[in-house]
Nanobody, 122 residues
Framework: QLQLVESGGGLVQPGGSLRLSCAVS????????IGWFRQAPGKEREGVACISADGNDFSTKGRFTISRDNAKNTVFLQMIMMKPEDTAVYYCAAVQMLGVYCPLSDREYPYWGQGTQVTVSS
């Protein structure tokens, strides 16, 4: 059974950095596309970054970088120069999808982690 567990959330000051982790079990990252999403209170969930099974990465935020460690079966989201509007619950999600493409629509992902809270505030 494919499972995802996020960690690394917390309180960070504006301008600071944070790295989130998504530990995946039940399948190899080379067989999965992984996406990072976030949802702020009162707002729709939005995709912020994804990485394909082949390792191609894409981010909708220039301050955010997605990467992965295949040996640890873990995907990361590095966030820098953070802003109060980055405050949200961050989720990682997975879909069994080979190749160079990774979707950024949450409807494409059937497997989800429990989320981790990120708060940007002074």
């Amino acid at each position: 059974q494919l499972q995802l567990v996020e960690s690394g959330g917390g309180l960070v000051q504006p301008g600071g950095s944070l790295r989130l982790s998504c530990a995946v079990s039940g399948s190899s990252l080379t067989d999965l596309a992984i996406g990072w999403f976030r949802q702020a209170p009162g707002k729709e969930r939005e995709g912020v970054a994804c990485i394909s099974a082949d390792g191609n990465d894409f981010s909708t935020k220039g301050r955010f970088t997605i990467s992965r460690d295949n040996a640890k079966n873990t995907v990361f989201l590095q966030m820098i120069m953070m802003k109060p509007e980055d405050t949200a619950v961050y989720y990682c999600a997975a879909v069994q999808m080979l190749g160079v493409y990774c979707p950024l629509s949450d409807r494409e992902y059937p497997y989800w982690g429990q989320g981790t809270q990120v708060t940007v505030s002074s």
